[in-house]
């Protein structure tokens, strides 16, 4: 049967099965049902906010205590939505919740005298715990004694020495049985086995123990009976009631008319709770004014609970009583024992030792977690990470605690109820700072030595996805080589992100530049998303596209996802595979032109320049002239930087009218590459004759149909036509300036050339840069010819430091160009 003793919040008070109950006890028990009235009132009046319970021992596991639902005014199902828990002292689970009804249900057969002893009530405060909201109520299960065990004698025999001279009317007291039980379960009444001599008289004692004394009702004749057997029944107070029984055998002494005296009735004793086994606590002394055997007297524990007679030990000579075991102050604080001195006539006397076991600090405190969360997300403020109650089994000052954890610590812990704290954090937390925590919780009692207890929390910060991937550099310089392989590596970036775990898997792409919106990035390069390798799609080619940029994100894969940004400029690296080109002459596959040189030319006088270009760059573009080969070695020279070709000594009738040179042009690369171009020169006695006819050609003209001479012929009077007009055009343009300078006439020089030189500049004479060119083509067998033209030698400029006559050069073509 189970009862509710208070659930209205003001106290708790016994229900009716209690108060009937005690109202059939008997009438010497009335002042202690008043004391109990009253203690029940003032708790009544201190208005302790706490739910009491009543439950019988022994009762079976799943026996229904309470709905906590309806005594904590709580709505259906809001215990299980708010994680409700029942909390016991010191990890033990009297009571569990019902996972569907959330019924307060016994968790295991309770044993009142297990747990509490002879202590009455029986009373084992819990606590009620909710955790979202964080919520406590206090409450308490009391245990309701039944009649579970019968009363035991500590001895099977009780030997009385009664002296014959005794008078009827005198009482001795016999030894109590023991019962576990209490209330009207435990010893109630005592009988003797029917007799002549003796009736038993049952006594109370102001602890409310029970005491029975054999008293005598017939002189006792020692020659007639020595001895007598009874047998002393003890009967508790159950239905049905349980007995035990123990023979008292009674020896009847010679007269002895002095019983021993003890010094004082009560000795009051105080002894530390760690005092070690033998130690010495107090001795008694009686004395005896018989002589002889009646005078010699022995000390013995008298009517004293198995408690006592485990714990203490006399010296039966002596009356010394030592330690025979530990004692714990937490078990038993006090001793009340009585101490018989019997001489060798029989006859005894009696004291009482009240002994007071006194508390030291020998335990320490101890930590009862309830909720711990070991995994917290980092960014978040306040939150729970652990409730955790303390106690401790001293008493005063050595019970007092206090509890703390390391300083430093992103951690507070707050007091929730008395010996109930709660650990959260004190801001948020951040787990690229510091991914874990050790706490460390030190509860230390305020006893003397202090003592401690520390307990070893882990707490893992989980990740949130708050930090963007970053570059380990802000832009990154690629170079590749051109005409590279497909699908080559270039190169990679590389981003990291703090976070972890998912949050940390770093995604790259690529991304256009904003201002090339148009680069076809997609054929070119392409990279590893994984790792963020850069592949080059296809061979790069330096004369088509030196340099591209584009742009590399890196994104990781939380939610959101977060990203950042790097350049990447590549750097096409030339190679040298661009041999020279020569621009002039130009060699199309017919015959070379031929320079006409006067045979009066002197030493270093420009025949012709060879000018070629290299699609390289840098060195690679650095081109070098040489003469490989020539008709009559040592008459013609190439200078090597700016393939001018030139007459390497004075001319003479001795050297051969035409000449042929064959320049090599090579780059300055690794390896390098070359062109070659060949050259025809004419030796000229002169410019009145400015086509020899060479002696192949001359056969080739021979062999021509009439079309080709046709041809020949327009082309030379087009030709010659245009000569004469730009001759005419000179010529008037200097007797304009003559005439504004001096108001004189203008001449015009006789025949064609007076000599190899004219004067077209009013100044002086026609300058040597001005040649007459003669390109004489075999193979069709027509000869072409090319007309006046200046020509500069060099295409960048590279004449201008030769000065005038340089920059004013120019080659007389006959023919069209």
């Not at 729970?384 to 992103?410: R, T, W, Y």
Request: one cysteine or more; a negative charge.
């Amino acid at each position: 049967m189970v009862d509710v003793l208070m659930g209205t919040g003001k106290g708790f008070f016994p229900l009716g099965s209690d108060i009937m109950e005690m109202a059939r006890t008997k009438v010497h028990r009335k002042k202690r049902q008043v004391a109990i009235l009253i203690i029940w009132m003032l708790l009544w009046e201190a208005g302790s906010e706490s739910i009491q319970y009543s439950v019988l021992e022994e009762s079976e596991r799943g026996t229904f205590v309470a709905n906590l639902t309806k005594d904590l005014g709580l709505g259906r199902g809001e215990l299980a939505a708010r994680g409700a828990r029942v909390v016991f002292k010191g990890n033990r689970q009297h009571l569990q919740l019902d996972p569907q009804t959330h019924d307060l249900l016994l968790n295991e057969k309770l044993d009142r005298e297990e747990l509490c002893g002879s202590t009455e009530p029986c009373v084992l405060p819990f606590q009620v715990l909710l955790e979202n909201p964080l919520q406590f109520f206090q409450a308490a299960l009391r245990l309701r004694d039944i009649n579970d065990h019968a009363p035991e004698f500590l001895e099977n025999e009780i030997l009385l020495k009664i002296s014959e001279s005794s008078h009827p009317g005198t009482a001795f007291p016999l030894k109590i049985a023991q019962d576990l039980d209490v209330g009207s379960n435990t010893v109630q009444n005592y009988t003797i086995s029917t007799n002549s001599h003796f009736h038993l008289f049952t006594r109370n004692h102001s602890d409310g123990r029970r005491y029975p004394e054999l008293v005598l009702d017939k002189v006792l004749d020692r020659e007639e009976q020595s001895e007598l057997r009874l047998t002393l029944t003890a009967l508790d107070g159950g239905s049905p009631p349980r007995t035990g029984t123990s023979q008292v055998v009674i020896v009847v002494l010679d007269i002895n008319d002095n019983a021993p005296e003890f010094a004082q009735l009560l000795y009051k004793v105080q002894i530390p709770e760690n005092s070690p086994i033998g130690s010495h606590v107090i001795t008694v002394t009686a004395r005896d004014l018989d002589a002889g055997t009646h005078g010699e007297l022995s000390y013995s524990f008298f009517q004293s609970s198995n408690q006592v007679m485990q714990a203490f030990e006399i010296n039966a000579v002596t009356g010394e009583i030592r330690l025979k075991k530990l004692l714990d102050y937490e078990e038993i604080q006090y001793y009340r024992m009585e101490i018989e001195a019997s001489d060798g006539g029989g006859l005894s006397g009696k004291c009482t030792i009240a002994i007071e076991v006194m508390d030291v600090n020998d335990n320490t405190p101890e930590l009862t977690m309830s909720v711990f969360t070991s995994d917290i997300p980092e960014n978040t403020p306040d939150t729970v990470v652990a409730i955790f109650g303390i106690s401790d089994p001293d008493s005063g000052e050595n019970g007092k605690m206090m509890c703390s954890i390391q300083d430093h610590l992103p951690f507070l812990l707050k007091l929730s109820v008395e010996n109930f704290y709660t650990l959260v954090t004190e801001r948020p937390l951040d787990r690229e700072s510091q991914a874990e925590y050790n706490i460390t919780i030190t509860v230390t009692d305020l006893g003397t030595p202090r003592l401690k207890t520390q307990h070893n929390l882990t707490v893992t910060v989980s990740d949130v996805n708050d930090n963007a991937p970053a570059f380990s550099q802000s832009s990154y310089t690629l170079r590749v080589r051109e005409n590279n392989s497909p699908a080559l590596h270039i190169g990679s970036v590389s981003a990291t992100d703090r976070d972890a775990g998912a949050n940390a898997q770093v995604t790259y792409s690529l991304l256009l530049p904003p201002h090339d919106p148009h680069l076809p990035l997609a054929s070119l390069v392409s990279i590893n998303a994984d790792n963020g390798q850069l592949f080059a799609l296809r061979a790069l080619d330096y004369e088509a596209l030196q340099a591209f940029e584009f742009g590399v994100r890196a994104a990781d894969r939380g939610s959101p996802a977060l990203s950042s940004q790097a350049l990447v400029r590549v750097l096409v690296v030339d190679a040298n595979d661009n041999a020279p080109f020569v621009l002039y002459p130009l060699q199309n596959g017919s015959a070379p032109c031929t320079e006409l040189v006067p045979r009066a030319a002197e030493a270093g006088y420009l025949v012709t320049k060879v000018v070629a270009v290299d699609g390289d760059s840098g060195q690679n573009a650095w081109l070098s002239y040489q003469l490989l080969k020539a008709t009559e070695p040592g008459l013609f020279g190439v200078w090597a930087h700016n393939g001018e070709v030139r007459t390497a000594r004075l001319l003479s009738e001795r050297d051969a009218v035409k000449h042929r040179l064959l320049v090599l042009v090579k780059d300055n690369g690794e390896p390098p590459l070359s062109a070659s171009v060949t050259l025809h020169v004419l030796l000229v006695d002169g410019f009145s004759q400015p086509y020899l006819p060479l002696p192949d050609v001359a056969a080739a003209e021979a062999r021509a149909d009439p079309l080709t001479v046709y041809l020949v012929i327009a082309l030379a009077s087009v030709s010659s036509l245009f000569l004469v007009s730009v001759l005419v055009f000179v010529a008037v343009r200097l007797c304009r300036r003559s005439r504004a300078a001096s108001g004189g006439g203008c001449s015009v020089p006789e025949g064609p050339f007076a000599g190899h030189l004219v004067d077209v500049s009013g100044t002086g004479t026609l300058s040597h840069s001005y040649q007459y060119e003669v390109c004489l083509r075999g193979g069709s067998g027509t000869g072409e010819f090319k007309f006046l033209k200046p020509i500069i030698p060099n295409f960048v400029g590279e004449g201008a430091d030769r000065g005038t006559e340089e920059n004013s050069h120019f080659r007389n073509h006959f023919g069209f160009s």
